[in-house]
Every structure is written in structure tokens, then in C-alpha cells.
């Protein structure tokens, strides 16, 4: 797990695209996370064609994490 944290932290202010084991897609810019939540700012909802802004700071477990994806990289 160490591993892993080291490079989630060096990836902070970054874009990255969240994708829960429920399906449910988040797209925002990383500010933090720590060993039970990602934090992601001016994030947005992706569900299909559709793309919908959240108000304020969006907080996922990240136990309920699938998978991150930085887009274009």
C-alpha cells in the first residue's frame, strides 16, 4: 500500500478520471488522498454523454475505488 500512496501523492493537482465499483464515473482535478478518501475538485459527473458539474469538493472512498485514469496520458 505504501507504494501505491507514493504515487497518488506525487500525482496530486493533477486531472484523473475516478471510476467506482459501482460504475459511476468522476472526473476532477486530485488534491488529496489519504488512506479512505480521494479528494477531487472542480469535478464533474461522467455518465455517458453526459458531463455535469459537482458544487464544491467531491469526496470518494477509496475503498470504492475501481480505478484512476489520467486522460491524455
Do not use: C, N
Amino acid at each position: 500500500m505504501a507504494h501505491r500512496d507514493r504515487l497518488i501523492r506525487q500525482a496530486l493537482r493533477e486531472r484523473f478520471v475516478v471510476t467506482m465499483r459501482t460504475k459511476e464515473t468522476f472526473e476532477g482535478l486530485l488534491l488529496e488522498a489519504d488512506d479512505k478518501t480521494v479528494r477531487l475538485t472542480d469535478a464533474h459527473v461522467l455518465d455517458g454523454k453526459t458531463r455535469l458539474s459537482v458544487d464544491g469538493d467531491l469526496y470518494l472512498p477509496r475503498a470504492e475505488v475501481s480505478y484512476m485514469q489520467r486522460p491524455g496520458v
